[in-house]
């Protein structure tokens, strides 16, 4: 499982470009918004979770 946390990084951050697109492509109202911006916020916590973990020197 050593690769695991490559691939929730992978997944995060492809996720993370989603919603990039969904804000940029869209006039999304206020709500919407803000939405989106607390799960980017949640995805950089778990990649800055992984970063922080012993796993990423354990390559």
Excluded: H, M, P, Q
């Excluded at 989603?18 to 916020?41: C, G, M, P, Q």
């Amino acid at each position: 499982c050593s690769n695991a946390w490559k691939i929730e990084i992978d997944s995060s951050s492809s996720n993370a470009g989603y919603v990039f697109k969904f804000l940029l492509s869209r006039k999304a109202d206020n709500y919407t918004k803000s939405i989106a911006i607390d799960y980017l916020e949640i995805i950089a916590g778990r990649i800055k979770k992984f970063a922080n973990t012993d796993l990423i020197f354990g390559e």
